[in-house]
Nanobody
Framework: QVQLVESGGGLVQPGGSLRLSCAAS????????MGWYRQAPGKQRELVAI???????NYADSVKGRFTISRDNAENSVYLQMNSLKPEDTAVYYC????????WGKGTLVTVSS
């Protein structure tokens, strides 16, 4: 089994920054693509950013230039640096490990509000 635990969410004012972390543990025998997703109230879950085992990244258009995904393979961790946050970034942010059917964390809430 694989467990993913997100942290770093919270309340931030518009224009502020947050850094999310996701630590993977359990039966991980290789390096897999990992991603950050988010789900706002009343909306479907959407991809925010993804990073391959080789470090290739891809971002949703809505966060390009503001968010940066990175990873530490030795620590089985992935990070999301979020800058210039907007109220529309408010959501629960989930980490996903792309292996098999995929493994999800329980999410961390990010609220952008003045």
């Amino acid at each position: 089994q694989v467990q993913l635990v997100e942290s770093g969410g919270g309340l931030v004012q518009p224009g502020g920054s947050l850094r999310l972390s996701c630590a993977a543990s359990g039966s991980i025998r290789s390096i897999y693509t990992m991603g950050w997703y988010r789900q706002a109230p009343g909306k479907q879950r959407e991809l925010v950013a993804i990073i391959s085992s080789g470090g290739i990244t891809n971002y949703a258009d809505s966060v390009k230039g503001r968010f940066t995904i990175s990873r530490d393979n030795a620590e089985n961790s992935v990070y999301l640096q979020m800058n210039s946050l907007k109220p529309e970034d408010t959501a629960v942010y989930y980490c996903k490990l792309h292996y098999g059917m995929g493994y999800w964390g329980k999410g961390t809430l990010v609220t952008v509000s003045s």
